[in-house]
């Protein structure tokens, strides 16, 4: 039965952090989805009334790629280093599903914002810049979840060292005088 269990937990192990690069590239597919709806929209309005095609759309309109980038980065590091040992698999998971959520969000909100501001730059706005700097907000909570996981793997590297050196524990104070004092 053990054996089993350990199979399960190294398969949890595997699939954690597919579940991080899935919700990030799903979070990616939908930004992009959007602020390319809205780009498309725009270029056949600026067609329609004789004027050339503002290809800068396209910079707002592929930017939310880079949350898929930050949770492959993320998945890559902790499936390297943690992947092999059994007991693992809910800290993977819980981790992978945490920096998974937060890509997704950050790349589906980068792409609407991309969608607004190229809604708003079809009409006449001049404020490309002002576009970038909300994108890149929300380019930066992506950017945590990539430090999230980084700050999780040597979390987890103190917590394996602490149990790898575990000694048999009678009580509290002994639990003191072991690893603190």
Known sequence: MELFFDKIMLLMN?????????LGAIGSAMGILE????ACGAWAKESKEG????????ILA???VSQTIYAILAGYVAWKNYCNIPGNGPLLLGAALSIGIAEFISAYSQ??????????????SKGFVQIIILMGTVEFVGLLGLIFAFLMQ???DIV?????D??????????ISNYIG
Do not use: C, D
């Open 14 to 22: 595997h699939w954690a952090f597919s579940f991080a690069v899935g």
């Open 35 to 38: 602020a390319s709806r809205a």
């Open 51 to 58: 004027k050339p095609i503002n290809t800068t759309y396209v």
């Open 62 to 64: 592929v930017m939310p």
């Open 111 to 124: 792409g609407l914002i991309g969608a607004a501001g190229i809604r708003s730059l079809s009409e006449g």
């Open 154 to 156: 040597q979390f987890a």
């Open 160 to 164: 394996l060292k602490v149990l790898a």
């Open 166 to 175: 575990a000694q048999p524990v009678t009580s509290a104070l002994q639990f």
